[in-house]
């Protein structure tokens, strides 16, 4: 198996001089960022390593005009560049280059480079000065590695998009052909730098020299869960590559299947697979078929409404009723252990609200219209069509995902790089898209992109709410109200025709209805609950709009957000009632209320005319969030 230990310890690339942080007993070698210099600390008898090791800049520039080289190496051929950049002294690097120190300097039993070194301890500011100063990323040390492969050995996510976006190659091969994303899937269980070596390119079916492995076949050696399941289903990693053995992914996870660790979905991958490749009945290709389980998964609300709307409005006793819908229930719960697939669970909110909406209308036209006037079905049927053009919208429409092209996302990386350590924090770099995040905007872990002005994601239309689409949503619940209680009054305008007068409405009232015309009682109780839920969900939504002014993803999450933490927790968008809804509907009347028309794709500060503006301080740069 490959375990060259290519980002071997800095004490290794030092010939035993510097040991790793946690057992350094001076604290000399860090990975945050390097303190600050203790001004009262006495350096005048520091010699120039120690000095260099410690950010004693007045002591280095001391010696080195006193006559020291600067490209002088120690016993171990380390250089004083080696020893700046592997403590992250920004100061003390930019120093010695400036007076000769060569960049790409060779030292310790590795042969590294400073800026081996400082990648490996994951020092974004000292790699940049060193890039930016000419120093060559593609060098490889003694055993084969150049720094993107220590990056991605490492885990240092921000450092892989930094050298990538400077124009290293996401598929550079070490010497023994091992590629970064081979390194990540084999050496860490985190999800970020496989996912982002994936975003930036990085190929999944190059396989190395020494083994014929892929990314993928390192994963499952490695046990990987997150890595096996981005390689598949993010990066479509191919499953049927053979290694020089003979191996495929598929051979490699079979032993693993009843393993805690191999998630649900990559066993019914495999499942899916080994099935493909044998010659099936039709029992294992009712099991199997991808598209069968896509159909069951539309087809079962459907089904299921109509059945249990049949055993309701049977005429059979109701211990016996509740006795038939109970094993419906099971047989329901075990059918769809069968033949549903987790890949296709988003599927089944959708699937209900068509299936109530198909039997609403179905019933509708077979049981109420012909009991109700012209105009009341028109009505209905307007209400309808509004109702299906905000359905749409909210479904199919774009909620306003982040969308960059890669060029651009190579200069959000350098820019944001070399504007400090703090440039890459989650609320400021989303290390999913790899895309700066505009204000109030929110990663979508179910659709996986980046949305603006974020509100939430809905299960009932399949897709995020957000600020293209967030309009069209509030009219979907608006006409789902309307529509629900226009259907009731349809209801009770049939019952008065055919089972006569429904006052008193007591419980002899309410058996009348349900022994007159039992499916229309049973399609009403539905409309009921809809009409109650999703007022109740319109309620909460309007109620954060015009009164709070925050969307449902900062109202949960504000205590997170710099710029409402910093005003008490209220919202710094919110410019009161009416101007809050005018700005929502893109209302204006004139002389009274003005909407305020705001991108959200491309706002990345507040407003400097919103009151309490909050500043955020990222060291040395200020910057709005």
């Known amino acids: 198996m490959y375990q060259t230990a290519c980002g071997a310890a800095a004490a ?19 990975r945050e960022p390097a303190p600050p210099v203790n001004t009262e600390l006495d350096c005048s008898d520091f010699d120039i390593v120690k000095a260099t090791q410690y950010g004693a800049l007045g002591r280095v520039k001391e010696l080195v005009e006193a006559g020291f080289n600067v490209n002088e190496p120690d016993k171990e051929t380390v ?23 060569v960049v790409d300097a060779v030292g310790g039993e590795l ?19 060193l890039l930016n100063s000419g120093a060559d990323p593609t060098l490889r040390d003694a055993e084969g590695c150049s720094c993107i492969h220590l990056a991605a050995q490492f885990g240092h996510t921000r450092l892989v998009a930094y050298f990538i976006a400077k124009g290293v190659s996401a598929d550079l091969g070490d010497r023994g052909g091992m590629t970064p994303l081979m390194w990540s899937c084999w050496k860490v269980s985190a999800i ?32 990987n869960a997150q890595a096996i399941s981005t390689l598949i289903f993010h990066g479509k990693a191919a499953i049927d590559i053979p290694n020089h053995r003979g191996d495929t992914a598929i051979s490699m996870l079979q032993p693993f299947l009843g393993q805690p660790w191999i998630q649900p979905e990559i066993v019914e991958m495999v499942f899916e697979y080994q099935q493909g490749k044998q010659k099936r009945n039709f029992c294992k290709w009712v099991v199997s078929n991808k598209r069968f389980k896509w159909w069951c998964m539309v087809g079962m609300p459907f089904i299921s ?12 006793l109701a211990i016996i009723k509740m006795f038939m819908l109970t094993c419906m229930y099971i047989v329901l719960h075990f059918t769809g252990h069968i033949l549903f697939d987790n890949r296709f669970m988003t599927l089944l909110p959708i699937s209900v609200y068509f299936a109530t909406k198909f039997w609403m209308y179905s019933t509708w036209i077979f049981y109420v219209m012909p009991w109700v006037s012209f105009l009341t079905s028109l009505i209905f049927l307007s209400s309808s069509g509004a109702l299906w053009y905000c359905f749409i919208k909210s479904w199919l429409g774009d909620p306003g995902v982040i969308r960059i092209t890669q060029e651009q996302r190579y200069r959000a990386i350098i820019e944001l790089a070399e504007r400090g350590e703090g440039a890459f924090e989650p609320s400021i770099f989303c290390p999913s898209c790899l895309v700066r995040r505009p204000l109030r905007s929110k990663h979508c872990s179910m659709c996986n992109v980046c949305v603006a002005k974020f509100d939430h994601h809905c299960p009932w239309v399949a897709n995020c709410i957000g600020a293209n689409n967030h309009r069209e949503f509030i009219g979907f619940l608006t006409f789902i109200t309307l529509l629900s209680l226009q259907f009731l009054r349809g209801a009770i305008l049939t019952w008065s025709e055919k089972c006569g007068s429904l006052h008193p409405l007591n419980y002899d009232t309410l058996s009348m209805i349900g022994s007159c015309d039992p499916w229309l009682a049973y399609v009403c109780v539905h409309a009921l609950l809809h009409a109650f839920w999703v007022t109740m969900l319109l309620s909460c939504q309007l109620y954060q709009i015009a009164c709070l002014g925050m969307t449902t993803n900062e109202r ?12 008490g927790g209220r919202s710094p968008f919110s410019r009161g009632m009416c101007r809050n809804l005018a700005d929502f ?41």
């Not at 010939?15 to 946690?22: K, L, R, W, Y």
């Not at 109509?306 to 309701?312: N, Q, R, T």
């Not at 003005?594 to 005319?609: A, C, G, H, M």
Request: hydrophobic residues 40%; charged residues 20%; contains cysteine.
């Open 12 to 30: 290794a690339a030092a010939g035993g001089s510097c040991v790793e942080p946690e057992k350094d007993p001076q604290g000399l070698v860090s």
């Open 79 to 101: 250089t004083l560049l080696h020893w700046a950049a592997i403590n992250n002294r920004r100061d003390i690097i930019l120093y010695l280059i400036d007076k000769g120190a």
């Open 111 to 129: 042969n590294a480079t400073p800026l081996h070194w400082a990648t490996r301890q994951g020092h974004l500011s000292a790699v940049v000065l």
């Open 192 to 223: 970020d730098p496989t996912r982002l070596l994936i975003t930036l390119g990085a190929s999944t079916k190059l396989a190395d020299n020494a083994h014929g492995n892929t990314a993928l076949h390192w994963a499952i050696l490695a046990r």
């Open 305 to 316: 409404f109509y059945i249990a709307g049949l055993i309701v409005c049977s005429n059979m």
């Open 556 to 567: 949960m999450n504000r205590k997170r957000y710099i710029h409402f933490t910093s005003v």
């Open 585 to 625: 509907f893109g209302i204006s009347i004139y002389g009274f209320v003005k909407s305020q028309r705001i991108d959200w794709t491309t706002r990345f500060e507040l407003d400097k005319n919103i009151e309490h503006q909050p500043l955020l301080r990222h060291k040395d740069n200020f910057q709005y969030v």
